[in-house]
């Protein structure tokens, strides 16, 4: 039994796991490899019939053409790279999603990556998406390793750093000042009317400056520290709720309270009204983002809002112009935000 199994013949494996390829294409199209080749690179080269017999056999086989194997012979691969920090957060994938609709209206693909907040985990993954040669890349924010610069200006392809702005972008930004908008609110609280402040920020470092730019801006009117909750993780309902609480600890008895988000401005007038204070009477609260849920709320939210769907388009329409040929646009384009006064303030 043993020696007739031996002799059984076996299956080949020749070309097991490489799939459909061109040739069988052609085959069952009637035309040659080459003009399979000719078609997909170029339609315009091979007749309307031939190019339907060779979409119907790629339809029935299943074929995926390599675009590796096009962007070798094109110098293009039609795929574009986006890092964002957080893809849960709304603020960048509201981003990104306007980004993207824009993009795929003109062939390119997005291949997307989330990087958290840490500049080591960005630089390798600026690495791990050059090494697939897009033709171009989405950033978020403009603070980046030394590292990760060389490399995108030495892969010389448009790159677009969204949500801050700077004097010396990379390639182009696409934001607003966070430095500018923790002034405002600041001004906004003083005009308002109030004397005492605190201020609650999550981890990422333009949270940071926002509440920091904050801070220095409030002390130009009412010189001393100022009460501050500080977390290393993302915004987060619980963290608003236990913002408060700290700055409870630290003294505050009542004011405004600037906060880096939306979500962390509703923990802390949740915490509030458990406690029994008065939102806006005794405890006010400034957020950021405008969410959708900030108008929604009881009371709404007053917040610092930005149009992160204009800054997608906006970085999509100057990319696609530089992949065009096209360099004489703005390199710094700043879209601006606003404060939207509401009931908690």
């Known amino acids: 039994m043993g020696e007739e199994q031996e002799k059984k013949p076996r299956a080949s494996r020749k070309g097991q796991g490489r799939g459909v390829t061109m ?41 995926v053409p390599n675009a590796l194997a096009g962007a070798l012979a094109t110098s293009k691969s039609m795929l574009i790279s986006a890092l964002v920090p957080s893809i849960t957060n709304i603020v960048y994938s509201s981003m990104v999603k306007a980004f993207s609709e824009e993009m795929r209206e003109e062939g390119y693909q997005i291949l997307l990556s989330e990087t958290g907040f840490g500049p080591e985990d960005e630089e390798k993954l600026i690495s791990a998406h050059l090494s697939r040669r ?28 969204v949500w801050d702005i700077t004097d010396s972008p990379i390639d182009f930004c696409v934001g607003f000042s966070h430095v500018e908008t923790g002034r405002a609110v600041a001004e906004f609280a003083w005009n308002a009317g109030y004397r005492t402040v605190g201020t609650v920020s999550a981890g990422d470092e333009r949270a940071r400056r926002r509440s920091e730019a904050f801070v220095q801006e409030w002390q130009k009117h009412v010189p001393g520290d100022v009460p501050r909750a500080l977390f290393d993780a993302q915004a987060s309902l619980a963290n608003g709720r236990a913002a408060l609480r700290q700055l409870l600890e630290q003294g505050f008895t009542g004011g405004l309270i600037q906060c880096s988000s939306d979500l962390l401005a509703h923990g802390v007038m949740v915490e509030a009204q458990a406690q029994g204070f008065d939102v806006p009477g005794q405890i006010a609260v400034v957020g950021f983002g405008d969410q959708e849920f900030a108008a929604s709320v009881e009371p709404g939210i007053t917040t610092v809002r930005v149009d992160m769907a204009a800054f997608g388009r906006a970085a999509a329409q100057s990319m696609l112009a530089r ?23």
């Open 23 to 63: 040739e069988a294409v052609g085959r069952l199209a009637g035309v040659s490899q080459v003009t399979v080749s000719r078609a997909l690179s170029d339609p315009a080269k091979v007749s309307p019939a031939t190019l339907a017999k060779i979409k119907e056999a790629i339809a029935q086989t299943g074929f």
């Open 134 to 161: 897009p033709d171009a890349m989405f950033l978020t924010g403009i603070h980046h390793s030394a590292q990760a610069r060389r490399m995108l200006l030495g892969a010389e392809i448009p790159v677009a750093e």
């Open 323 to 345: 992949l065009r040929g096209d360099k004489d646009g703005s390199s710094v384009i700043d879209l601006g935000f606003e404060v939207v006064r509401r009931g908690s303030a």
